[in-house]
């Protein structure tokens, strides 16, 4: 302890000399002094991100390059607040606003972040059981008749062994976060990787191009379906399911750049290190490095090549059988589904065109074995399309489960008032490992039972987002929390006009993506969440004047 002591003393002295130093200066120091920053960038660059990405390229093209970085931007943002108001006063979040804000809106907080731990755990388990089977041809079910379970103790095993090397003290913490840094490296570099592969056939100028916003495909489909549309039976219904599907894609993103439980893992991080105000400028730069730029980064690269090999394209198997490959098995229930709408609103004396067919076909969802399989044919490769994309793939879902167990040990320890590093933090932080190893195998795969899983748990999430950014809003404007460190000034009215703007974006995005999943159960559990944080504000108020 004494060693931690010193350790955080000299941190703290260094970051004070360097405080008045040049910007390039600090940002060599606050480089290896980083850490909190790379536990969100871990936890980001998940399975929900790739398959974002990958599809956000094959509805949009390079048209939708802006979009994730500028969410992200909105999502480094709220972080920064979270982060700035808990070194400033040292206590922690949760305590913070059930004593400052609203006991309804902490519990929530907190509710939510385990439910989407303990869910989100699956797909991570799916995702890198599918990819040491199908990149790496390990443990397949072919030759293995449990290899799915063997896939799955093995992610179990070693993320639970990292996790458990953050709980072994100073040194621990240290160690994990080395760790972290060179998987989500690795991530960034396997998917940077792809890009030089495919350099040579890339549309740079419309690549750039793309990280320009444009708002105007909100209203209208990406450019590149304009022409297909106009040849096609009906324009009026492919318009409406291209804008529909490229719609629903833009707003979910706007609200799960960030996920409700990243903004429970980064105060407590912070904490876990002994960080403090001498710390606010270290943790926005670590942000940026740790959290940002590898999330730009790759899903920057991950957008480009499904845009590259996906958008306005198709299997030529779907339409021609002579043609078809094992690739193409794959994406036929969903082609006979696309092909089935329209045959729904030609009718029966009407046969879809072969326009209507081939927008079938460019519509269906490719998940990241349909994107490593076209590299394979671009390259002729496949060393370089399986392995290099397989282990970012696998890279992206072991160091997500990780970090899922991480912020639900924190998650157990503030539910159960226990103390970090005791025997329940210990079984808290393996809790989403058991059911995700479990559950990828026994409930993922089961349509039913996966609906019963998502739908609340994504629901529950995303009216707790923007209501964490209420929270987050009210936090930083309270000056019984924030004392002396509320922002003054020109600061002030500067930072809560962002915070704004990020919150009618997280709003807009929830909102949208709640009546998508739930529809009027949805806005119905909206409303009952903020009536019970309404009656326990004014029961709390009157308490307070009681007194």
């Not at 090397?165 to 940077?192: A, C, H, Q, R, T």
């Not at 029966?348 to 994107?371: C, G, H, I, Y």
Request: aromatic share 10%.
């Amino acid at each position: 302890m004494s060693d931690s002591n010193d350790n955080l003393a000299v941190e703290k002295t260094l970051l004070a000399e360097v405080s008045q130093k040049p910007l390039l200066s600090r940002w060599g120091t606050y480089t290896k002094l980083s850490g909190p920053g790379w536990l969100q960038g871990a936890i980001t660059l998940g399975g929900g991100s790739l398959g974002g990405s990958l599809y956000l390229g094959v509805i949009g093209g390079y048209e939708l390059l802006w979009l994730q970085p500028l969410m992200m931007i909105f999502g480094v943002l709220m972080l920064s607040v979270i982060g700035y108001v808990t070194l400033s006063t040292g206590e922690k979040p949760f305590q913070a606003i059930n004593k400052h804000i609203n006991p309804v809106l902490g519990w929530g907080w907190l509710v939510a972040a385990m439910l989407a731990n303990l869910v989100w755990a699956m797909p991570q388990f799916a995702l890198g059981t599918a990819a040491i089977q199908q990149n790496f041809k390990l443990f397949s079910e072919d030759n293995w008749k449990y290899g799915q379970h063997i896939c799955a103790a093995i992610l179990f095993i070693v993320g639970a062994t990292v996790v458990w090397s953050y709980d072994s003290g100073n040194k621990g913490v240290k160690y994990f976060e080395i760790i972290l840094k060179v998987m989500v490296g690795i991530v960034v570099l396997s998917f940077f990787g792809v890009i030089i592969v495919m350099a040579g056939e890339l549309q740079w100028g419309a690549i750039f191009a793309g990280f320009i916003p444009n708002f105007s495909l909100l209203s209208e489909p990406a450019s590149k379906f304009t022409e297909i549309i106009a040849k096609s039976s009906d324009p009026d219904y492919w318009n409406d399911v291209i804008l529909s599907s490229q719609r629903d894609r833009m707003v979910t993103a706007a609200a799960t750049a960030v996920g409700i439980n990243m903004t429970f893992l980064l105060p407590y991080s912070m904490l876990r290190k002994g960080w403090g105000k001498e710390h606010r400028g270290l943790a926005t730069f670590d942000l940026s490095i740790g959290l940002f730029m590898p999330f730009f980064l790759a899903t920057t690269c991950v957008v480009i090549a499904s845009a590259s090999q996906f958008h306005g394209k198709y299997d030529e198997g779907l339409l021609d059988p002579a043609k078809k490959t094992a690739l193409t098995a794959k994406l036929q229930v969903a082609y006979d589904k696309n092909l089935s709408g329209i045959q729904a609103k030609l009718g029966e004396a009407k046969e879809p065109n072969d326009t209507d067919k081939q927008l079938a076909a460019m519509l269906v969802s490719r998940d990241a074995f349909q994107l490593a399989g076209s590299l394979e044919n671009l390259n002729g490769n496949k060393a370089v399309s399986q392995i290099v994309f397989g282990i970012g793939v696998l890279g992206m879902a072991l160091s997500t489960i990780i970090i899922l167990m991480l912020i639900n040990g924190f998650v157990v320890t503030e539910m159960l008032g226990a103390e970090i590093g005791g025997i329940k933090h210990k079984i808290g932080s393996i809790v989403p490992g058991i059911t995700g190893a479990l559950g990828s195998i026994y409930l993922w795969s089961n349509a039913g039972a996966k609906f019963w899983l998502v739908v609340p748990t994504s629901v529950f999430g995303m009216v707790l987002l923007p209501i964490a950014y209420i929270t987050f809003f009210l936090m930083i404007n309270s000056k019984s929390l924030m004392g002396d460190a509320l922002p003054q000034g020109n600061k002030r009215i500067a930072l809560n006009i962002a915070m704004l703007v990020a919150l009618v974006a997280a709003t807009i995005g929830a909102g949208w993506s709640i009546w998508s999943k739930a529809q009027w159960a949805g806005v119905t559990a909206v409303g009952v969440f903020i009536l019970v944080a309404v009656v326990a504000h004014f029961l709390r108020s009157g308490r307070s004047t009681e007194k």
